[in-house]
């Protein structure tokens, strides 16, 4: 749930992040594949790197969930979550990791 105080900040920033939310996902998995090489072996899909898919589930999460909390601020979008944690949960991810 947003908070009163960012609830503005999501609103006003939504637009612009949609714009480029390609480019953030990029640049977002580009630093954590330099920070976190070990990633690549057995936690996530070579494949769905290099063909962008990958990138464009992470986008088209982020734009949903953002989505979802400013126009329904009184719901977590649920699905969303469900969906990503159960893929989390079935490659083994760690509560650590998430650090």
Same mark, same amino acid.
């Given at each position: 749930?947003?908070?009163?105080?960012?609830?503005?900040?999501?609103?006003?920033?939504?637009?612009?992040?949609?714009?480029?939310?390609?480019?953030?996902?990029?640049?977002?998995?580009?630093?954590?594949?330099?920070?976190? @090489? #070990?990633? +690549?072996?057995?936690?996530?899909?070579?494949? $769905?790197?290099?063909? /962008?898919? !990958?990138?464009?589930?992470?986008?088209?999460?982020?734009?949903?969930?953002?989505?979802?909390?400013?126009?329904?601020?009184?719901?977590? @979008? #649920?699905? +969303?979550?469900?969906?990503?944690?159960?893929? $989390?949960?079935?490659? /083994?991810? !760690?509560?650590?990791?998430?650090?």
């Amino acid at each position: 749930m947003l908070s009163d105080k960012s609830r503005p900040v999501i609103q006003a920033t939504l637009p612009v992040v949609g714009a480029h939310i390609q480019e953030i996902a990029q640049c977002f998995y580009r630093h954590l594949f330099t920070t976190h @090489p #070990e990633l +690549l072996n057995g936690t996530f899909n070579r494949g $769905h790197q290099a063909d /962008g898919n !990958q990138q464009q589930a992470l986008a088209g999460a982020v734009a949903a969930f953002a989505t979802a909390l400013v126009k329904t601020p009184d719901h977590l @979008p #649920e699905n +969303l979550l469900a969906r990503i944690s159960q893929k $989390h949960a079935s490659l /083994g991810i !760690q509560p650590e990791q998430y650090q």
